[in-house]
């Protein structure tokens, strides 16, 4: 038979998986409603989504700062899971296509995501902080597979990081209006002039 402290602990685990099982309904569904174009879900239209009453929300997601880095955390889990998966192969021109087609599955799924950091970014310092930390490991992704990159000038250097981020990929493809296509070939093209034919070394 359990003894009362069992029961208790029983007790206190079960509400905590109910607990966390609200939490990633409730972050599924401000990333269902961010898909869907809305930047800056409200707490109601959070709750409708998830078919819960808004208490729920306000209880389990305590503002919007925490749903923003549980869902950073999904989004992130699965581009690192996709880069991980994926080498550096071959001559430099075959490099900088298959970064630049792998980087585009990537900020192409999580297009919204990206558009709803950044108009999300000034508001709330979480968010700036997960911006800044995903830059640095883009950065990072792109010296390795670009190493090349090292011999540039630093204004240069500059230039390529700037191209290689989330908000320049939204630039093409949501102000520039360019298809998915597009956006790649355009960045080739310019990978290519400068590191390739060495117009700006």
Known sequence: MQNPQQIKKLDQDGRRLRSLASQNIIVDAMMN???????????????????LGIRTVFRQAQDKETLFS???????????????????????AKRIKDLIELEADIFDANLQFYRATVANKWKYRLLQKNYERNQKHMKRLLYKWLPEINDLKENVQILLTSMNSAGYWVELREN??????????????????????KKFN
């Not at 999904?74 to 071959?90: C, F, L, Q």
């Open 33 to 51: 409603l961010i898909q869907s174009g809305i930047l800056e879900p409200t707490a109601q239209q959070v709750a409708d989504e998830a078919s």
């Open 176 to 197: 520039q209006m360019l298809s998915k296509q597009e956006a790649m070939e355009l960045k080739i093209s310019i990978f290519e002039e400068i590191l390739l034919e």
């Open 70 to 92: 549980k869902m950073d955390e999904k989004v992130r889990a699965t581009y690192e899971k996709k880069i991980k998966n994926t080498k550096p192969t071959g001559n430099i």
